[in-house]
């Protein structure tokens, strides 16, 4: 063969050996998902990740294709499956369905073999579970500026229940105790449910819990509810004011959840999986659902992958501070 020829030949096979990873990459993104997607959730069945993860699920697998399963992997507050999800392949096929602890305080409590902000792409924010601040049926306040004071006539005498050192009722006890300068006793139970109970029953003076869980019992008279930690009045309880309307400006917070992908995964992968959770956020039935149930959804704008990046450093800004003024340590 004459060198002319060879050396064509040449030039042409090596322009297309270097064309071939961009068009791999092209068709595996525009492939995707080919296959089933695990979705991860680093609790036990019937926390707030995992019935967000599987209404999520279930409806993203409709528009994706492909079915998404749940794989609870709980332990040591959720950072055994977020440590999993971090160093899966960034391929799409494995998400985490985390929440406030694994995103925000758990990098100040626990020293961690991954970054919770730079190891985890954004998906998308999910909708979250306000808090309310009950009390024990004969405590002889009636609202919110009433239990303040009736706090500071009686100092390192009440008590405040909590589901756990570092759980959202711990730190918002903390908080308001900072934020009033009144002084009372945390203490901690193994979750929300015996922390209740004892409020219930007079043991334990007051404790944050979710509207959800707390509704019931303030139906039925008995427990005393001085406020719910949103912006703005829910809608299965509108006659519960917000902590700012009873006395206690700018105290907000709700237990969020949000779909992280691991460190690398292809922006049009991540932007595809955003597209199907904010369809079902959008999906009436699902909403009505999810409401019912005392969930905040996040408005459209709220739910963009960069929208979620600023919110979690925004919680990181605020949160960090307090656990580690508390000097809360892992239990």
């Not at 064509?8 to 068009?23: D, I, S, V």
């Not at 004071?149 to 959202?168: E, F, H, I, Q, Y």
């Not at 959804?297 to 605020?318: H, N, R, S, V, W």
């Amino acid at each position: 063969m004459p060198l002319r020829l060879r050396r064509r030949g040449f030039l042409h096979l090596a322009a297309g050996a270097l064309a071939l990873p961009a068009l791999s990459r092209l068709s595996v993104a525009d492939g995707y998902p080919s296959r089933r997607i695990t979705m991860v959730v680093p609790f036990a069945p019937g926390a707030l990740s995992d019935i967000l993860g599987r209404v999520m699920a279930e409806g993203m697998q409709a528009s994706l294709g492909q079915s998404i399963v749940i794989d609870n992997a709980s332990g040591a507050d959720g950072t055994i499956g977020t440590g999993r999800v971090a160093r899966a392949a960034p391929d799409g096929y494995t998400l985490v369905c985390a929440n406030w602890n694994t995103s925000v305080t758990n990098a100040a409590i626990y020293k961690l073999d991954y970054d919770v902000v730079t190891d985890f792409v954004p998906v998308v924010l999910l909708p979250a579970a306000p808090m309310v601040l009950i009390a024990k049926k004969d405590n002889p306040s009636t609202n919110l500026k009433e239990f303040i004071a009736w706090l500071k006539a009686n100092p390192d005498k009440a008590s405040m229940g909590t589901a756990g050192v570092g759980s959202p009722p711990d730190l918002l006890g903390r908080l308001l105790r900072t934020d009033t300068a009144t002084q009372f006793g945390i203490v901690a139970y193994r979750g929300a449910a015996p922390a209740m109970q004892d409020v219930i029953a007079g043991h334990t003076d007051a404790m944050f819990i979710s509207i959800a869980a707390a509704l019931p019992q303030v139906r039925s008279g008995n427990v005393k509810v001085f406020g719910v930690t949103t912006h703005g009045h829910m809608g299965i309880a509108p006659d519960i004011p917000t902590m700012d309307e009873a006395g206690l400006p700018g105290f907000y917070f709700a237990l969020w959840a949000a779909i992280f992908a691991p460190r690398g995964t292809p922006k049009d992968v991540i932007d595809k999986l955003n597209a199907a959770a904010m369809k079902t956020l959008a999906d009436p039935s699902v909403r009505q659902k999810l409401e019912a149930q005392g969930f905040e959804i996040p408005l459209p704008e709220q739910q963009t992958p960069a929208a979620l990046a600023a919110y979690q450093k925004a919680e990181i800004e605020k949160w960090w501070p307090v656990v580690k003024a508390a000097g809360i340590k892992p239990e």
